[in-house]
């Protein structure tokens, strides 16, 4: 039965199935459903004062965001030019963190000969590359998740206004490797990839062309990296940013690209899905009881079900939070 076919008074007798307990009171104001908390916090559950269905993208880079290799990049490059060139100790003044897989063979090249590598060549050597992370990532002692990583990307393959891509500097094959070893590469159906353009930006907007491709042409694109290139290359494409201050770039230095959140690290990424979730109309204009909502000892509890559409964890500690509370909470 829809809650708003529940007479006010009726709905005003129940309370919350969350760790707050305290009695609140449903409204119905302009055809909209207000969930008001009668105790210390002013609006209980303020994504029903949303109503909108727009799909988000959110658009992911890899290194320093989601995870560490442990050293397996720069190993493979080792292995390369030492395989094909016979050089080592090739990374002297090499800074390779938000840039693309070709940008920075070319810069190593250059930097040991003096000239930038022809077609050709630089495509002997990125099918190598490729085939080197395979048995490199699989041998990463060192290799490690961001914190919260896997949960933040299992929370919003959930949600069903969310779509997952990437945006990364990572030659696709090279991608996947480090995506299959985290247990995460089956989350991304597509993306911009340094295999798609050498220039950073330009693989974003691809990025957010097939997204919106996806979503369609109005979804709200966000994209979540480590470094300033991450932010500025998302802010041309058009889209949102977040900054997560997890890789070598520091807080102050991303701070200064003045992304739309700036995160310590994705145990704070509720502040993104509470900043952003499009509450539909299933939320906003009707409850459905069994669907969103049960009755338990005359509290209402919502369900998890209900919780993903809204899309993003209120941090009272409900009963069927899938958002893992502490993350919500941090």
């Not at 393959?157 to 779509?163: F, L, N």
Request: hydrophobic residues 35%; aromatic residues 10%.
């Amino acid at each position: 039965m829809p809650l708003l076919n529940k007479p006010v008074t009726e709905m005003a007798s129940n309370k919350t199935g969350c760790a707050c307990d305290k009695e609140f009171h449903m409204y119905v104001r302009a055809n909209l459903v207000f969930a008001l908390d009668m105790g210390e916090h002013e609006v209980h559950h303020q994504g029903y004062l949303m109503i909108h269905n727009s799909k988000i993208v959110f658009l992911w880079d890899i290194d320093g965001t989601l995870l560490l290799t442990g050293g397996a990049g720069q190993a493979v490059f080792d292995r390369l030019f030492e395989e094909f060139y016979g050089e080592k100790y090739i990374w002297e003044n090499i800074h390779p963190d938000g840039r693309t897989d070709d940008a920075i063979i070319e810069e190593l090249f250059a930097n040991r000969f003096g000239k930038k590598p022809g077609k050709a060549e630089l495509k002997k050597i990125s099918d190598r590359y490729n085939e080197l992370m395979g048995e490199e990532i699989l041998k990463a002692h060192r290799f490690r998740l961001m914190p919260k990583a896997v949960e933040t990307i299992k929370i919003l393959s959930r949600i069903p206004h969310a779509i997952l891509g990437l945006a990364t500097g990572n030659y696709e094959i090279s991608a996947r490797h480090k995506l299959k070893k985290a247990g995460l590469n089956d989350y991304f159906s597509f993306g911009g990839f340094g295999s798609d353009s050498h220039c950073r930006f330009e693989l974003t907007r691809l990025a957010v062309k097939r997204g919106q491709k996806l979503a369609g042409p109005k979804a709200q694109t966000i994209v979540i990296g480590d470094t300033i290139h991450d932010v500025r290359c998302g802010k041309q494409a058009g889209a949102k940013t977040v900054g997560v201050c997890t890789g070598q770039t520091s807080r102050e230095m991303l701070a200064l690209e003045n992304p739309d959140w700036l995160l310590g690290d994705l145990t704070e990424f509720n502040r993104v899905l509470q900043d952003c979730a499009p509450v539909g109309t299933t939320l906003g204009l009707s409850l459905q009881e069994g669907e969103d909502f049960y009755y338990d000892d005359g509290k209402m509890v919502l369900t998890e079900e209900h919780h993903l559409r809204r899309g993003y964890c209120c941090n009272k500690g409900c009963r069927h939070c899938p958002y893992d509370f502490s993350m919500g909470n941090s």
